[in-house]
Nanobody, 126 residues
């Protein structure tokens, strides 16, 4: 079993920046995994915004964030990060970290492929 804990959420002004972290613990020694960030605003579906696949280092982004957000990883710390800049009010949401098997350009946004989820961290942009 794997536990995921997000941190770094909070309030920011439009145009500002925040960095989220997600630390994995437990049985993390396994085949390369896809780690992703999703977000969910009130009344909306959960959407994938960024992912990174440890197997080849590829990253994937939603069009809405690809010029503003950056996903990275620290394998020693079993932690992934999401650097968010030029924040907009529409970025306001609960942000979730997820872990699953191999991801591809077509599969990474699918919530069903991820076996483990964090509890989420709130980001509010005003």
């Amino acid at each position: 079993h794997v536990q995921l804990v997000e941190s770094g959420g909070g309030s920011a002004q439009a145009g500002g920046s925040l960095t989220l972290s997600c630390k994995a613990s437990g049985n993390t020694a396994s085949s390369p995994q896809c780690m992703a960030w999703f977000r969910q605003a009130p009344g909306k579906a959960r959407e994938g915004i960024a992912a990174i696949y440890a197997g080849d280092g590829r990253t994937y982004y939603a069009d809405s964030v690809k010029t503003r957000f950056s996903i990275g990883e620290d394998n020693v710390k079993n932690t992934i990060y999401l650097q968010m800049s030029s924040l907009k009010s529409e970025d306001t949401a609960m942000y979730y970290c997820a872990r699953g098997g191999r991801c591809t350009s077509t599969s990474w946004k699918t919530t069903e492929k991820y076996s483990y989820w964090g509890q989420g961290t709130q980001v509010t942009v005003s």
